[in-house]
């Protein structure tokens, strides 16, 4: 459901592979960060993948 509705968006796959690959190479060093600020970064993410 979530690739048919990249697909008929029109928009690039890489719009949001780029910030999934990103995301999850921020998983790891999210331990060395405060718990509010990785929780930020996660919301962040989710939201510009919901919004683009």
Avoid: D, E, W
Wanted: aromatic share 12%; no cysteine.
């Amino acid at each position: 459901l979530y690739l048919s509705k990249v697909v008929s968006s029109g928009r690039p796959i890489y719009s949001h592979v780029l910030p999934l690959l990103y995301l999850k190479n921020m998983i790891p060093n999210a331990q060395k960060l405060p718990r509010i600020l990785s929780a930020l970064l996660v919301t962040m993410f989710t939201s510009f993948l919901i919004i683009f």
